[in-house]
């Protein structure tokens, strides 16, 4: 990558930066701060940052992502009520892990998705990212809803759709929103870890 290309491109974007793009990233990293700490916070300021980003990537022409933070909003919903209501017996809804069966069918979920989406974008919109758009927006499908069932694998999902969102935001001049994307790849790992070992602790 050219670093004055690089340079140029981030002082323009931080340039056509709007107040509305910064309160989309404010609330959208508190919300996945909540959620490494598994608490219920999550989902009122996730809500917040996805009814935003409806509004911008639909400015942006990208439209998959605009479905998919549709889908984070109901699927908020969904989480917040099943977190707070676990089990009989149990104050919280445990951090577990899949199963086999669980694995393929959030494989499944993810090549279906992907595939339904890139014929969409292709064919009945004017999306330039095709590919892209219906890759970030398939993984993070796949995360937003291991994450309602609280499963440690949310995490892997939500890394790899951190690192393809940071050059596709980057390629739109969505600067604040790339960086918010990079944080949002530290912060996934250190969930994964946490996760990883309050499942531990609760299979013990």
């Known amino acids: 990558m050219d670093l004055q290309w690089f340079l140029d491109g981030l002082t323009e974007g931080l340039r056509n930066m709007t107040w ?83 694995w393929l069918v959030s494989l499944g979920i993810f090549f ?5 989406l890139y014929l969409v974008l292709s064919n009945f919109t004017d999306s330039d990212v095709p590919y892209w758009d219906s890759f970030t927006t398939s993984s993070a499908f796949v995360g937003m809803w ?9 995490w892997i999902f939500w890394i790899i759709t951190d690192l393809v969102s940071v050059p596709l935001y980057f390629y739109k001049g969505l600067i604040l929103t790339t960086v918010q994307f990079t944080f949002f790849t530290v912060l996934a790992t250190m969930g994964l870890i946490a996760w990883i070992k309050s499942a531990r602790a609760y299979e013990a």
Do not use: R
Request: proline share 4%; with cysteine; glycine share 6%.
């Open 20 to 102: 509305l793009e910064a309160v989309a990233v404010f609330f959208g990293i508190a919300s996945v701060f909540y959620s490494m700490k598994e608490h219920i916070w999550v989902y009122p300021t996730g809500i917040i940052s996805t009814l935003i980003y409806v509004w911008i990537c639909f400015q942006y022409k990208l439209y998959a992502d605009m479905g998919i933070n549709a889908y984070y909003f109901s699927m908020s919903i969904y989480g917040w009520y099943v977190w707070t209501h676990p089990n009989a017996g149990e104050k919280v809804l445990p951090v577990t892990w899949l199963k086999p069966k669980g």
């Open 146 to 154: 291991l994450m309602a069932k609280k499963k440690v694998e949310n």
């Open 112 to 116: 279906v998705s992907y595939l339904t």
